[in-house]
């Protein structure tokens, strides 16, 4: 048990799919997974195991913010044996050729800073995806009638973002999409050396205004799960 996880020794699969939150956690797990059953709580943080054609697989909420994911992956990884975790949330869009019910993969993470820059110091960290998991993320999704689009993404420190000159620079060096976890979690996984990926659904789109209305966010969803988990066991 840790601080922040309650689960028991072996109740923590390998294999760790990470929404932000927890209520996304249960309905992704009673989804997709057989025989789902929880295996934390506390502070409200869900976390569910089952297997995913007969592999163990854990779905576990991350929080908002790269200091929450910072816990969680920390404590997955370093008590709980956790190799691989692939991130699975909502990005806005930053790009005219990406839509919302979209799907991105994040190659790169690009960020002002994480909580892992007291550590890193003077170092210009360049937080990446794993490129077994990117590689079967994208087999995956080509396959499937889904807009599809890999490349960098920004992990924000703020949601209130009263940066317009940012996003503007963002936009011209061609990020896709702003969200607010996937760069800690790379660097992380890269410090314990373990798998990190993030599969993210456009939910939201910070040039056009449009926005997926709440209703339709499960079932847009179930793409980025899928490429998600399939990823996970190529």
Known sequence: MTPHINAAKGDIAET????????????????????????????????????????????????????????????????YGAKTLIRIGSCGAMQHHVKVRDVVIAMTATTLSTPSSGILKELSFAPCADWGLLKAAVAKAETMDTGTHIGNIYSSNTFYDERPDLNELMIRHGILGVEMEAAELYTVAARHGARALGVMTVSDHLLTHEALPPEDRERSFGDMVEIALEAAFA
Not at 41 to 66: A, C, D, Q, W
Request: hydrophobic share 35%.
């Open 16 to 79: 760790v799919l990470m929404p932000g939150d927890p209520y996304r956690a249960k309905w992704a797990a009673e989804t997709y997974l057989d025989s789902p059953r929880l295996v934390n709580e506390v502070r409200g943080m869900l976390g569910f195991t089952g297997t995913y054609k007969g592999n163990p697989v854990t779905i576990h909420g991350s929080g908002m913010g790269m200091p929450s994911i910072s816990i969680y992956a920390n404590e997955l990884i370093t008590q």
